[in-house]
């Protein structure tokens, strides 16, 4: 896994993330089916730009750093398959969030 990321870096102020898994089973243990399961709004981010340029030149960096759990919006982001796992590319500023860690 780590490899993937060695060899693809977002540019300017795009953020890699990795969705987290959709739940499978109720607490119950309940197997909810494909149409019932929630879209997974929540990620990991994984790789991050160097930030966009401003107006002025000057490089604006990205609110958020590899490992932080994110809000996703429900739809949007670019699907890329690496090493046969998804991740999906965000722009820095369409995240709806940042987990307090």
Sequence with gaps: MAQAFKKFIPMFDRVLVQRFLPELKTKGG???PEKAQGKVVEATVVAVGQGARAE???VVPPSVKVGDKVLLPEYGGT????DQEDYFLFRD???LGKFDS
Excluded: A, F, P
């Design 79 to 82: 699907k890329v398959v690496l």
């Design 30 to 32: 309940i197997m909810i």
């Design 56 to 58: 002025n030149g000057t």
């Design 93 to 95: 500023g369409d995240l």
